[in-house]
């Protein structure tokens, strides 16, 4: 059974780096033809994809957020990361890592992990 769950700080204050990690188990990052999904939902709306990593280390960004946002992995621990930089109040959000087969089908999530931005 594939899992994902993420980690990270559930408080970030505003104009600080947001770091989260999402942890994988039963299923290797590395594996083809699998994407490794970061999207969020901010109360009251609905799913933002914000983008990806692959499984060759490759990253794609949804445009709006492109100029702050950046994306690592850890394959030794079969993690990927999501870096959110100048973070404010919009940006609190559940934020979930999924993984996607290659053809933005989701297929498992993550439990999901709240973030308020506030100081």
């Known amino acids: 059974q594939v899992r994902l769950q993420e980690s990270g700080p559930g408080l970030v204050e505003p104009s600080q780096t947001l770091s989260l990690t999402c942890t994988v188990s039963?299923?290797?990052?590395?594996?083809?033809?699998?994407?490794w999904v970061w999207i969020r939902q901010p109360p009251g709306k609905g799913l933002e994809w914000m983008g990806a990593?692959?499984?060759?280390?490759?990253?794609y960004t949804r445009s709006s957020l492109i100029s702050r946002t950046k994306f690592s992995r850890d394959t030794a621990k079969n993690q990927f990361n999501l870096y959110l930089e100048s973070v404010t109040p919009e940006d609190s959000a559940v934020y979930y890592c999924v993984r996607d087969t290659g053809n933005f089908y989701w297929d498992f999530w993550g439990p999901g992990t709240q973030v308020t931005v506030s100081s």
């Open positions: 039963g299923a290797s990052i590395t594996a083809s033809p699998y994407h």
């Open positions: 990593i692959n499984y060759w280390g490759g990253a």
